[in-house]
């Protein structure tokens, strides 16, 4: 049955209902507001340049106990995932860089593993690197399967 203007309470229903839309609407706005904020600081460098922002490539030189190879690795990609990308077959568990599944031994290059809380820093100065949340920052060589070596 529709509400009746006449009676007090069903005026206080439309009422009540008219400020939850408003809000509703409010906070609706909001959202796209923050969304539109969001997504002009992502693209800024696209509109600024007419070109996506700028991700450097770097040749990583895999040593595994079957054999070398090579991923095109770009620097905001993890190791790791780019090799499983390009099928090759590396040993991890977390992917968080919170154990020594996916350690390697980088023997050439710079890499990033900021992400990483597992290795201490004197394993960090001998070389040794978590894959699963490893940027390379060079071209680098990277002996896979290291784990055993750590302890």
Do not use: W
């Amino acid at each position: 049955k529709p509400p009746d203007p006449s009676s007090s309470a069903d005026r206080a229903d439309c009422l009540r209902s008219t400020r939850q839309v408003a809000m509703f609407r409010t906070f609706l706005l909001a959202a796209i507001v923050a969304s539109a904020s969001a997504y002009n600081t992502a693209t800024s460098a696209f509109r600024r340049t007419g070109a996506a922002p700028a991700v450097n490539m770097y040749a990583v030189t895999l040593k595994t106990p079957s054999g070398e190879s090579v991923i095109e690795c770009p620097d905001d990609v993890y190791i790791l995932d780019k090799a499983e990308e390009d099928g090759i077959d590396l040993p991890y568990s977390c992917r968080a860089g919170a154990c020594s599944t996916c350690c390697g031994k980088v023997v050439a290059g710079t890499i990033d593993q900021s992400d990483q809380s597992f290795l201490d820093d004197g394993q960090m100065e001998d070389g040794f690197v978590l894959t699963c949340v490893t940027y390379a920052t060079s071209d680098c060589t990277i002996e896979t399967h290291k784990e055993e070596d750590l302890f």
